[in-house]
T-cell receptor, first 111, second 113 residues
């Protein structure tokens, strides 16, 4: 049973455009929602995270939008750059339990 | 330099052999985790430990074993009972009972020949 569903599987965006990746979760006990960025052959790196008591969090060009009633959250990358080309994972957990990950989105930013 | 180290980076194993993957952290984190990554599958939790000498099974623990004798170390053994062990293995750590933020190591790619 997949508890975090991520879409799209792959995404191509022109340089300077907005990249949008969506996730939906099922477990209402989740209280922490991070996004990770992973380059080929490397471990994932935390990009940005949100808790369900806020609806939006912005860090530089990266924004998380959170809709608690719909149990959905999304990552927006503004002014997308070729260096943003990577695989992005949404995740969720409760406390110090292990993270439940989405299956990932392979993002390509075309110059 | 604070961080998580995993060794080796690449590991080859013959069928029927057990193999142990190393994970060490100097972040003074109480909690440590092991994930398995397969193409198109995201990361799946194998085992986690919130304190020394204690650990819990994750979603796909069958065929794996762990130990947590020291705070800094959380080795993972892939046993011969694991039917499809070829994968990318990732170790992570976090502050126990904290924000949930987990820091990942560089990974070990295991290939069964």
């Amino acid at each position: 049973q997949q508890q975090v569903k991520q879409s799209p599987q792959s995404l191509i965006v022109q340089k300077g455009g907005i990249s949008i990746i969506n996730c939906a979760y099922e477990n209402t006990a989740f209280d922490y929602f991070p996004w990770y960025q992973q380059f080929p052959g490397k471990g994932p790196a935390l990009l940005i995270a949100i808790r369900p008591d806020v609806s939006e969090k912005k860090e530089g060009r990266f924004t998380i939008s959170f809709n608690k009633s719909a149990k959905q959250f999304s990552l927006h990358i503004m002014d997308s750059q070729p260096g943003d080309s990577a695989t992005y994972f949404c995740a969720a957990n409760r406390g110090a339990d292990g993270l439940t990950f989405g299956k990932g989105t392979h993002l390509i930013i075309q110059p | 330099d604070g961080g998580i180290t995993q060794s080796p980076k690449y590991l080859f194993r013959k069928e029927g052999q057990n193999v142990t993957l190393s994970c060490e952290q100097n972040l003074n984190h109480d909690a440590m985790y092991w994930y398995r990554q397969d193409p198109g599958q995201g990361l799946r939790l194998i085992y986690y430990s919130q304190i020394v000498n204690d650990f819990q099974k994750g979603d796909i623990a069958e065929g794996y074993s762990v130990s947590r004798e020291k705070k800094e170390s959380f080795p993972l053994t892939v046993t011969s009972a694991q039917k499809n062990p070829t994968a990318f293995y990732l170790c992570a750590s976090s502050i126990a009972g904290g924000s949930g933020e987990q820091f990942f190591g560089p990974g070990t790619r295991l290939t069964v020949l």
